[in-house]
């Protein structure tokens, strides 16, 4: 049974509200009743949204649960992997027709698709990357049949149709672009779930609970709880007593190389010792030989007495012998190789040493060839040998060189005709006391005139820089030895 929803006519719908679908009928709202209407619930929300998937199957009649990872997703194409047999590998065969080979009209065909996307994306990198756009291609033009709502004769010209020529406006390619175009577009859908390939949690026993419980350190310097722990607890948590003490074998050996290299160290160090003290006696023994031969020189140079040595007098007449027989020998060689170096020699070798160096002297030496000697030194007694002077005198020479002459006069004062450009004045201008002031000081000494020649210097008596004098009288007071000697065996 079915009740009939009886509709007031219009007009007469003023205390009237449309609630139920039936109120609507066929048709929609009603305009003159300002109520909210939802006929045919259009536009009604739902009281309570769901996220649930409807379940769908397969061919085999089993779940899909890949709907799961393609949910959100916009590629409806793509490929997930959901299932265990996707891990298998694929059983591959020569018939299959997804791997046959492409015939040439298909290769050609996706060649140049291909072909016209890259120009196409290479094209529009290029303009973009280009400082002025070139100008555009226009499309082509488009005629368009008019046809107005007014045919009178008085409007279109009396024209009842028209043809319209539509063509593109012209585009300044200098021309800013007129819209922004950097919109931020929304993130595309998540990826998707990775697929869980495990077996579900299990609930943890209790053993293993209490297996997975680890006990607080047992700390061997800080308590600060103050826990009061027993020795045994302690060793336990140490784990000393669980590792085996192991020495290795290279700690003797290493011990055993430390003491060999200690005991050669000493042996040698002690050696060295040896060597240096025996070393050190050699040398004091040899500095006592040098002191007694020197005292003994210096003895006999004083007593006057000339050491004869006839061994030592052979030896230098050998060695005399030898020099002279070598230099014959060289002379020889370089007469058969150069003859001229030989001449440049025997020059080299005659040239007279002794000339005066002093400059506007006149040179005595006379050029000879031969060798000169000062007969003043043959046959004389006096000389290093024969003691040279007193002991007390330390003067190198015995007498002044060339006492005789006035050699002073010729060193030190020009000649005349040198000077004789600036006047024959220069012997007054020697003789004026340029130096000496007309009026000396009260009390001074006056210092007499300065003989010519170099400047005397005198020596002080007491000047004794290195104490030989000292020395020489230490000697004087010591007696001989052959005076010690027999003192000695007196006693």
């Known amino acids: 049974m079915s009740l009939k929803v009886s509709i007031p006519p219009y007009g007469s719908r003023q205390n009237w509200v449309p609630r139920r679908a039936e109120d609507f ?31 769908q199957l397969d061919s085999q009649g089993d779940v899909k649960f890949d709907l799961l990872a393609r949910q959100g997703s916009k590629n409806s194409n793509k490929i997930i992997y ?38 196409a994306i290479i094209s529009a990198k290029v303009s973009a990357a280009m400082p002025v756009k070139a100008a555009e291609k226009q499309a082509p033009a488009q005629y ?68 997975w419980k680890i006990p607080p ?22 784990g000393r007593g669980l ?59 004083r007593s006057g007495i000339k050491p004869i040595s006839e061994d030592k007098e052979a030896l230098e007449r050998d060695e005399i012998r030898r020099e002279r027989q070598k230099e014959r020998q060289r002379d020889r060689a370089i007469q058969r190789a150069a003859p001229e170096k030989r001449t440049k020699l025997t020059k080299e070798n005659e040239r007279d040493i002794s000339e005066k160096i002093a400059l506007g002297l006149p040179n005595t030496g006379y050029n000879t060839g031969e060798i000169q000697y000062d007969s003043r030194l043959f046959n004389s007694s006096k000389g290093l040998d024969t ?34 450009d600036y006047g024959d004045d220069f012997d007054e201008a020697l003789k004026t006391r340029r130096f000496v002031p007309d009026k000396g000081f009260e009390g001074a000494d006056k210092v007499g005139p300065r003989e010519s020649g170099p400047v005397a210097f005198e020596q002080h008596e007491d000047f004794d820089p290195f104490k030989i004098d000292h020395f020489l009288g230490n000697l004087k007071k010591r007696p001989n030895d052959d005076e010690s000697r027999s003192s000695k065996k007196k006693k």
């Open 82 to 119: 959901s299932k265990y047999t996707d891990l298998l590998p694929k059983q591959v065969s020569e018939e299959d027709p997804d791997l046959v080979r492409p015939d040439e009209e298909e290769i050609k065909e996706h060649t140049e698709k291909t072909r016209k996307a890259l120009e």
């Open 387 to 420: 003691g040279f002077g007193e002991e007390d005198n330390y003067n190198i020479y015995d007498k002044p060189w060339r006492e005789t002459e006035t050699i002073t006069n010729t060193i030190y004062r020009p000649s005349k005709n040198i000077d004789k």
């Open 243 to 301: 590792q085996s003490v192991h020495i290795n074998e290279k700690f003797s050996q290493f011990a055993e190389a430390l003491y060999i290299a200690d005991r050669k160290a000493r042996e040698a160090i002690e050696m060295r010792a040896k060597v240096e003290q025996t070393i050190a006696q050699k040398e004091k023994a040899k500095k006592e030989e040098d002191l007694k031969q020197l005292a003994n020189q210096i003895r006999e140079q």
């Open 25 to 55: 009928g066929d048709s929609g709202a009603f305009p003159e009743i300002h109520v909210v209407q939802y006929p045919l619930d259009m536009g009604k929300t739902k009281a309570k949204t769901s996220n649930a998937i409807a379940v």
């Open 217 to 238: 350190c047992v700390s061997n310097w800080k308590n600060p709880k103050g826990y009061t722990i027993p020795l045994d607890k302690r060793l336990a948590a140490d």
């Open 144 to 211: 368009i049949r008019y046809t107005p709502a007014n045919q009178n004769q008085g409007e279109n010209s009396g024209a009842s149709q028209r043809i319209i020529r539509m063509v593109e406006v012209q585009k300044d390619p200098m021309s800013p672009p007129r819209f922004k175009l950097n919109k931020k577009l929304p993130k595309g859908p998540p990826s998707p779930p990775a697929p869980v390939l495990h077996s579900p949690t299990r609930k943890v026993t209790v053993k293993e609970q209490q297996e």
